[in-house]
């Protein structure tokens, strides 16, 4: 069967790729043109500025962090800190635009513009423990369908790049339910770094993964600080190498 542009067969997750699929193409051509021509007019090199301005948050009667406030530009990296539960990937999230902050709001400015939440998402790449991938399909159909979510078109020179370059070279047309946890980590890079995105958010970044993975995502992060096109990375994490990658932006206290 032909979903799209995934071949599936016989598997369980059909229905759902197919519904998200046909409910991206109804309900967000218009946008994701738009986006695309929005994107496609802007400077290569123009730069970026992220700003969280009062930013706060509850879940339930909780407050997970209050009134925060900072900001990040191009060719900067900065370091989300704080303890277990206080805040960390609930504040990546609504960075990310995944999540609605309950005040306050966070901004991507170029040049003087407001990007909107849909251009917002053609220039993020995100690592997170809690981004789900299906094990009912092998890697290159899950970078295939996320990457179509993200309005990128992966064709199969793209793909064999991705994988190669997180160290998933032939394992492509392996179902992803076979994959290592630290496997299933190299793939989420894989599609973050699909379409060279200029903000890269990464939560746990190193989570599951091996010395050899630890080096790759180190590289990753360093040849990303390289770029001349405007790219910033925001990471959260309390591992002592990993908050050595950038300045500190934000230290969560754990809320009440």
């Known amino acids: 069967m ?3 542009i995934i071949e599936i067969e016989n598997l369980s997750v059909t229905k759902t790729v197919c519904g998200v699929l046909k409910q991206v193409n109804q309900e967000e051509s218009d946008t994701e043109k738009a986006a695309q021509d929005g994107l496609s007019a802007s400077s290569s090199t123009r730069r970026i500025h992220v700003c969280l301005n009062h930013v706060s948050h509850r879940f339930g009667g909780r407050t997970v962090f209050d009134n925060l406030s900072a900001s990040i530009s191009s060719g900067q990296t900065g370091i989300i800190t704080g303890s277990n539960g ?3 990937s609930t504040l990546l999230r609504i960075i990310a635009g995944l999540l609605e902050a309950d005040s306050g709001d966070v901004t991507f400015e170029t040049d003087g513009s407001y990007l909107d939440t849909q ?3 053609h220039m993020i790449g995100m ?3 809690d981004l789900t991938l299906y094990k009912e399909l092998t890697g290159a159909e899950n970078l295939t369908f996320f990457a179509s979510l993200k309005g990128i078109k992966a064709d199969r020179a793209m793909l064999v790049e991705a994988l190669t370059e997180v160290g998933l070279r032939g394992r492509g047309r392996d179902l992803v339910g ?3 946890s630290g496997m299933r980590q190299r793939l989420k890079y894989a599609f973050a770094l699909l379409g060279r995105p200029k903000v890269l958010l990464l939560d746990e970044p190193t989570a599951n993964l091996d010395s050899d993975g630890m080096a790759m995502v180190e590289r990753i992060v360093r040849c990303h ?3 001349t096109d405007g790219a910033l990375a925001i990471v959260a994490t309390n591992e002592p190498r990993e908050t050595s990658w950038g300045e500190p932006l934000i230290h969560l206290e754990r809320g009440e």
């Open 86 to 88: 206080s805040g960390k």
């Open 2 to 4: 032909r979903c799209g």
């Open 178 to 180: 076979g994959y290592s």
């Open 119 to 121: 251009m917002r998402r």
């Open 127 to 129: 690592v997170a423990p």
């Open 225 to 227: 600080q390289a770029r």
